[in-house]
């Protein structure tokens, strides 16, 4: 393991004057605690796994690996249910990061204000957060339940008609992105807080001077200020809605993602393909296209922000 | 593991979070009308309302969840209801093992955070710009990337099912380094350091009497918030441990998995595994507030 490689290795020049060797080396010893553990169960397996992702790894014989080259890859290249979880990660989290992004921004403008009891909202908003992935799902689940969950009796009592909030895809997708809208708003909000309230007070006065509106000094003001901390949470969001693992495995308790696959995500099918069918080899190739997807993605993101800031100027 | 992915782009407060959101009331540009609280109370209540629909339906019995119209005020059921958790998940073993491993790691990341932290602020040395930018950027690569061998090495170390299991990949966390770093960049005057360094007290004493008083707030913060990323923790846990052994966010799981789940007793389990944390709320929620304007953690 690369473990006192990584940590000892920028040390090995020598020091001119002796008694300043020790205190060359001394940073490096603050160091080393954090570096010794991040090669080993950080770096070590980040990398490793694409050559884990070129073998035949079954989980009962993790010790064994067979040689394979890219078959793992063309294995999940040709398999419908790994476009599905692809197709589905991709629709919810558009479902859960839009409305969660508009909604924190909004939220955070209003508690912006000059407000009574502004701690008091900020600490109910982030109590969501302070929740597992576990315990939400569980909650949520039974409040979309078919028969007797409260989202369809409340539905039913203005006249609506109960939903299956499971076995229908695009319901059961609205399920699990509620869940994760309802967890990260309250974060986002207060992280598009903390930079409105770094945007200086006179931009505002100024712009109130030339007879802006409210409206035009949100429009105006607060968001061309805040588009670095806007870009901050649309690439984090991302990140975390490729990655979506808890909430669909819990909705209704296996790692399918619902009897016919309606919203399996690329994680769960990671999961499934390592630890229900065991073949560890083919997870590690979802992990990499994973990772590839949130690379290209975060490149996405970067040309849009860059682009929008051109046309602005 | 990195359970922790990102951080705002600005520097941290040099004063600490509780200080911090009262000196900046005079910049909010407006007062806000009834209608601004109207928005705020709603957006609280739905905030707040699965936590009050778990007691609720912790505290009733599981036929009555099952009838046309539900209860919407707690039962009597809660105490039978917690003792039926109790004895199908394993829920008090994982109640212990989840505070170990959160006291536990906790412990470790504020530690090594703090110190590599203070090297990246104050010291230089060579290879300092390459390994910082080392340990930013692995914070953005997802965790899941790593699991696999991962496992494999818990599984060679003869370490699965064991908490160490969960301990030792999340005792160093990148985000925690970068936090201290940015702290100790704006809390830590150089000067206070050289004139240690005058003295001629080592690096080690010049961290333990000067570094570490000054760190504190910010190793408070990035404390409470390890602890609740640890706490709640998903991913790795299932994938490490089993039901037989599990933390609490484990055990939640095979709580919910039984062939016909009584959901009164899976409500009295969430609610004892979420308990916790909402205490560690209730007494801090101000400062953990503050912690995540200044930075992020996201579980």
Not at chain 1, 53 to 74: A, I, K, P
Not at chain 2, 252 to 280: F, N, R
Request: glycine share 10%.
């Amino acid at each position: 393991m690369a473990l006192s490689s990584t940590a000892r290795l920028p040390a090995a020049k020598p020091a001119k004057r002796p008694g300043g060797l020790r205190r060359r080396l001394a940073p490096y010893g603050f160091l080393a605690p954090f570096f010794g553990l991040f090669a080993a169960f950080g770096l070590f397996p980040l990398l490793y796994t694409a050559w884990v992702s070129l073998h035949r790894v079954e989980l009962q014989t993790s010790d064994r690996m067979d040689w394979l080259g890219f078959q793992n890859y063309t294995r999940l290249l040709s398999d419908p249910f790994f476009w599905n979880a692809l197709r589905n990660t991709f629709t919810i989290g558009v479902l859960s990061t839009v409305p969660q992004l508009l909604m924190a921004l909004g939220l955070a403008h209003l508690l912006n204000y000059k407000l009574r009891g502004r701690t008091f909202f900020r600490v109910a908003m982030l109590m969501p957060y302070a929740t597992s992935v576990a315990a939400a799902t569980l909650v949520f689940a039974q409040l979309f339940g078919r028969d007797y969950g409260l989202i369809n009796w409340v539905l039913s009592s203005i006249g609506v008609n109960p939903v299956d909030w499971q076995a229908d895809t695009w319901a059961s997708q609205f399920g699990v992105s509620a869940i994760v809208t309802w967890r990260w708003t309250g974060y986002n909000a207060l992280i598009y807080l903390a930079g409105m309230q770094s945007i200086p007070g006179e931009l505002y006065e100024s712009a109130a001077v030339d007879g802006a509106s409210r409206w035009q000094q949100f429009r105006h003001v607060t968001i061309p200020g805040l588009r670095p901390t806007i870009v901050f949470t649309v690439v984090v969001s991302t990140i975390g809605a490729t990655q979506l693992f808890g909430e669909p495995l819990l909705y209704e308790g296996n790692s399918g993602g619902g009897i016919s696959h309606q919203y399996q995500t690329l994680g769960l099918y990671l999961y499934e393909q390592g630890w229900t069918f065991f073949h560890l080899g083919r997870a590690a190739a979802v992990a990499w296209v994973m990772f590839l997807l949130i690379v290209l993605l975060a490149l996405l993101n970067a040309a849009i922000a860059a682009r929008r800031n051109r046309t602005d100027r | 593991m990195t359970h922790v992915t990102q951080v705002l782009d600005q520097p941290a407060a040099a004063d600490g979070g509780q200080a911090r959101a009262k000196g900046r009331r005079a910049r909010s540009p407006l007062h806000g009308g009834p209608l601004a609280y109207a928005v705020l109370i709603g957006a609280t209540l739905l905030a707040v309302f699965p936590f009050y629909w778990t007691l609720v339906a912790a505290s009733r019995s599981n036929s009555e969840l099952s009838s046309a119209t539900p209860a919407l005020t707690p039962g009597p059921n809660l105490f039978h209801n917690i003792g039926e958790a109790l004895q199908q998940a394993e829920i008090g073993k994982a109640l212990l093992n989840s505070l170990i491993v959160a006291s536990v790691v906790t412990a470790g990341v504020v530690l090594s955070s703090t110190l590599a932290g203070f090297a990246f602020a104050k010291l230089r040395f060579r290879g300092r710009g390459a390994l910082l930018a080392l340990t930013v950027g692995t914070m953005m690569i997802p965790p899941q990337l790593g699991v696999i061998p991962l496992f494999m090495v818990i599984v060679k170390l003869d370490l699965q099912n064991k908490l160490p299991s969960v301990i030792l990949p999340s005792l160093v966390s990148a985000f925690g380094v970068f936090f201290m770093r940015q702290y100790l960049v704006q809390a830590l005057p150089d000067e206070l350091v050289e004139a240690g360094r005058m003295d001629g007290a080592s690096l080690l004493r010049i961290f333990r009497s000067i570094v570490l008083p000054v760190a504190r707030p910010g190793m408070a913060v990035l404390g409470m918030l390890t602890f609740m990323a640890t706490w709640n923790d998903f991913f790795w846990p299932i994938v490490a441990l089993s039901s037989q052994n599990p933390t609490v966010q484990v055990a939640l799981k095979s709580l919910g998995q039984g062939y016909v789940p009584d959901q009164s007793v899976v409500m009295a389990g969430t609610l004892i595994g979420t308990l916790p944390v909402l205490v560690v709320f209730a007494l801090l929620g101000r400062q953990i507030v503050g912690g995540i304007m200044q930075g992020a953690v996201k579980g």
